[in-house]
């Protein structure tokens, strides 16, 4: 049957078709031409229009075009942006400062939508003299009533262009956003403008901000992958108490006590046009800049009359701790099966700031470790070459998880690597991650080294091809640096990391105070200092693990 199924389909591949082509002249009288295709001949219209049935054959050389060789008179392609619309036009980010302070930022992109938003210094890391929990309330009052519309009015007007609006709090950049279709840039923008300046924060959306906040801190508590909250614990203690250290979730007992008046405070010190940026997406530059003179300069705000202040500018201090949290997570599961007893920990130490040198070697050297889940499928770009997947995964059968992460900030960052496996074998998944960072400090050979590279070029252009991420990169890169490194020049410092660099961040990673934070069953956790002394000495607990399979 399958043979007989090759056949047919061969035979179908290669029987000329006949097909008839309307052409339209100006006397408006039509008629049929008729044209043969077979494989490798194309016969002209001009012959087709004969009046003799017979079609004359045409030499194959002379109609055939070479898929090997690029079409002539057209403009080369670029994936990093080299050109927009002819070869001399660059598509590049166009930054304009208005005279209030506010910068506006805008990158083109082909599309009928647009993403427009406004990314503000501003979050938990600023919350020095404010209630500690105040921007998690802040994000969720997001799009809620201002003094000049109601929040259902708000909601309906951005239906109306298919709006999907967000808020996102982070350690150092508070994001207001919203996509749409191109047609409602104008009211899309008016709309912003006033979630941003003038929110009406009324007594019922504070209530509604405050329940919803309860419902995430408990959500948090029973989900059986604690990652979100180790990241939190992590920075507390790699920062203790001050800037990046200050959590970014409420605590329960602020979650009443934040008042209307500790908000517009707040909004007044941090939310001042000269620490925002405006930036869009797939919209004409002087559109958008005569739009931000009609709804983001010489508008009142909310907060008129609270005194400023002075931002807070403190640097962040990397200290390096620990903190383990003792808790039974066996009944978080959301079925009658209960989960495996895991215990999860994050390693980690100071990096370095965006801006530094090393971010670029650093970012190489987080896709070498790689990492992921002992249970993922595989497959092309899940990083299984990556060396906890060849080294921690796929050697020791208790070990759950390991993934390397960075985070990196404009005074600061943290690289760390998060694990998980069950208690008693808990001092042993720390041995291996510890173990993981000195030997990336050792040495890399020049396959690794590339395979990350690689990767993270992927990684790089399949993100920017997401509109909302392109607009994330051109606001938080022009708000900290005001300016933003194009796609080519971020590939071209990937082509220059060397070995060298890798091995120079590896070293220096762990040359400093690592800070290790814990949560599950700690009865077999090794203490802080057992695990610097790890860190310190390059001696393996037992020295059977690195042979274990």
Known sequence: MFSKMGSSCLYRGMRTYRCNLRSTKISATRRSVQLRYSTGNVVPPSEAEESSPKIREVDRNSCQLSLRLALPNLIKPSATGETLRSGTERNETLITRLDNGLTVASQPLFGECVTLGVLINSGSRYEIDSPSGLTHLLQKLSWGSTLGQSNDSIRAELELYGGVWDCQTQRDVLIYAVSADAAGLEPVSRMLSDVVLRPELADNELEEARTAIRFELEDLSVQPEPEPLLTDFLHSAAYVKNTLGFTKYCPTDNIDRISRDDILTYLARYHSPERMVLAGVGMDHGILVDLARSHFQGKPTTWDGFPAGNPD????????????????????????????????????????????????????????????????????????????????????????????????????????????????????????????????????????????????????????????????????????????????????????????????????????????????????????????????????????????V
Request: charged share 20%; with cysteine.
């Open 313 to 548: 500018a403190s640097l962040a201090q990397y200290i390096g701790g620990h903190n383990y949290v003792d808790k039974d997570m066996t009944k978080l599961a959301m079925g009658p099966t209960p989960i495996p007893e895991l215990v999860h920990c994050m390693v980690g130490m100071e990096s370095c700031p965006f801006e530094h040198r090393d971010f670029i070697p650093f970012a190489v050297l987080n896709m070498l470790l790689g990492g992921g889940s002992s249970f993922s499928a595989g497959g092309p770009g899940k990083g299984m070459y990556s060396r906890l997947y060849t080294n921690v995964l796929n050697r020791y059968h208790w070990m759950y998880s390991a993934t390397a992460t960075h985070h990196s900030y404009l005074d600061s960052g943290l690289f760390a690597i998060h694990a998980s496996a069950p208690p008693e074998f808990a001092a042993d998944m720390v041995d291996v991650v510890v173990s993981e960072f000195r030997l990336a400090a050792g040495g890399v050979n020049a396959v690794e080294l590339d395979r990350a590279k690689n990767m993270l070029k992927s990684m790089l252009l399949m993100n920017l091809e997401s509109r909302t991420v392109v607009f994330e990169d051109v606001g938080r890169q022009v708000l900290a640096t005001k300016r933003r490194r194009d796609p080519a020049e971020l590939l071209a410092s990937i082509d220059n990391v060397s070995k060298d660099d890798v091995v120079r961040v590896g070293a220096a990673l762990v040359a400093r105070k690592p800070t290790v934070v814990a949560m599950g069953n700690m009865s077999g956790m090794p203490n802080y200092k057992e695990i610097c002394d790890m860190m310190a000495k390059d001696n393996r607990r037992r020295g059977w693990l690195r042979s274990f």
